[in-house]
């Protein structure tokens, strides 16, 4: 049975920094693409970065990229989102989720969801 479990959220001020940690059971997250999508209240989930097989290929949406870093520790089966420079607009849910499909961000292509983890960034 696949689990993912998220953790590292939490409130913070606008400039901050914080690192988001999804620990995953069930699957192995270098054979798959391990992604982490954001919800804010009344929107629809969106795609943040995704970190794709074992060459750990990264991708990143543009409002996120150069701030936001994916990365992953395969003797824990762990996948982090590093978050600098944040702004009120990443406050949101953010979510870590499994897909074995490579090479996509539809939030439909990833059967496997943690429960997520509230990020709060104050003006």
């Known amino acids: 049975q696949v689990q993912l479990v998220e953790s590292g959220g939490g409130l913070v001020q606008a400039g901050g920094s914080l690192r988001l940690s999804c620990a995953v059971s069930g699957r192995t997250v270098s054979r798959n693409t391990i992604a982490w999508f954001r919800q804010c209240s009344g929107k629809d989930r969106e795609f943040v970065a995704s970190i794709i097989g074992s060459a750990g290929i990264t991708s990143y949406a543009d409002s996120v990229k150069g701030r936001f870093t994916i990365s992953r520790d395969n003797a824990k089966n762990t996948v982090y989102l590093q978050m600098l420079s944040l702004r009120p607009e990443d406050t949101a849910i953010y979510y870590c989720?499994?897909?074995?499909?490579?090479?996509?961000?539809?939030?439909?292509?990833?059967?496997?969801w943690g429960q997520g983890t509230q990020v709060t960034v104050s003006s």
């Open positions: 989720a499994a897909s074995g499909a490579f090479w996509t961000k539809a939030p439909a292509a990833f059967g496997s």
